[in-house]
């Protein structure tokens, strides 16, 4: 689809996954030579953090005792308990305590808590304390994926945020590393020139959570405001077809706005180095700033069979993929045409 019509991408890879299993919801993930003949293609490979982890904090379900060595976060995507070995900080606004991850469980009444390696200490109120991952943690996977990517020969600039969740605390640790965030708020997708901030930019959905009808009023304002656009999809999701993705690919063309990834965009905008994206149509070199419109995808498992020649392309293509899943989600994102 992408080789199709020229155009490239840029993916978040949860650097753990690549070549393995990955997590439930695939067969497995993509690996190092299907990846590196992506990036050939011209897709931007970004972090999806070491283990596709919640870079945000949850409040607590129960109240914590001095003894208790478990803690029940709670919230959707509450998902550190299932990261043993991390250190996470338990904090309201006067204490706060760390502890390492050891495990997870549900109680009788199943809810989910995370055990930890010791008794807390003191005590916490629900109403008013928090969890998060702990400053070193918070540094060891956004470096570690960044490390890791880059080990195989990739270049990382950027984060893709895991659950679309990012705060001002997910923020500090990630300006340490990359250059900006695909997904910082989760809203229409319109990002306004003059405006943007890499770590502030705003992303919507173009097939789940939404109606065609919408999307199409949010490309229009792109291109009627000369603005930045970030659209997302689920391709592992039954209801993003290929058909829907690519219609969304020639949607943003017939206004005129070209597909670039979130590099060469922030590039536009005056972040970052700006290099050289080749597709088989496409070269994308300037730093001038121009309409930019945005589309995020997170694809499905692959059982593709690897090539050197661009067929794989054809295979990820047959399951709707932009991106790739180890590999976690995949992004378009375009500007106004040179001819505007």
Do not use: C
Not at 122 to 127: H, R, V
Not at 194 to 219: C, H, K, M, N
């Amino acid at each position: 689809m992408h080789k199709d019509e020229g155009v490239p991408a840029s993916i978040g890879i949860v650097s753990e996954w690549v070549g393995t299993d990955g997590s439930g919801s695939m067969d497995r993930a993509l690996n190092k030579k299907e990846l590196t003949e992506m990036e050939s293609f011209g897709f931007e490979i970004m972090s999806h953090t070491r283990e596709h982890t919640s870079l945000k904090s949850f409040p607590l379900a129960k109240d914590i005792a001095p003894d208790d060595d478990r803690a029940y976060p709670n919230g959707t995507h509450a998902s550190h308990p299932f990261h043993a070995g991390y250190e996470v900080e338990i904090y309201d606004g006067d204490s706060s305590v760390t502890r390492n991850i050891v495990g997870s469980g549900r109680n009788d009444d199943d809810e989910l808590y995370m055990k930890l390696d010791k008794p807390v200490g003191m005590s916490f109120d629900a109403d008013s304390a928090r969890e998060r991952l702990s400053p070193k943690t918070m540094r060891y996977i956004l470096r570690d994926s960044k490390r890791t990517l880059e080990s195989y020969g990739f270049t990382v600039d950027n984060l893709l945020a895991p659950y679309d969740h990012f705060t001002e605390y997910s923020e500090k640790f990630t300006k340490e590393f990359y250059t900006g965030v695909a997904n910082a708020i989760d809203s229409n997708g319109i990002n306004q020139r003059g405006e943007i901030d890499p770590y502030g930019t705003r992303r919507d959905y173009f097939i789940e959570f939404t109606d065609w009808s919408a999307v199409r009023d949010e490309l229009d304002a792109v291109a009627e405001d000369n603005a930045l656009g970030i659209f997302g999809a689920h391709t592992q999701r039954d209801e993003v077809t290929k058909s829907k993705i690519r219609r969304m690919i020639r949607a943003a063309k017939s206004r005129d706005i070209e597909i670039v990834t979130l590099r060469q965009a922030l590039a536009d905008a005056g972040f970052g180095a700006t290099r050289t994206t080749t597709t088989t149509n496409t070269t994308t070199t300037s730093t001038t700033p121009k309409t930019t419109t945005t589309m995020t995808t997170h694809p499905p498992s692959t059982d593709s069979a690897e090539s050197s020649d661009g067929s794989m392309l054809e295979t990820f293509e047959s399951f709707g993929i932009v991106g790739g899943v180890g590999a976690v989600a995949g992004f378009i994102l375009g500007r106004r045409s040179e001819s505007e």
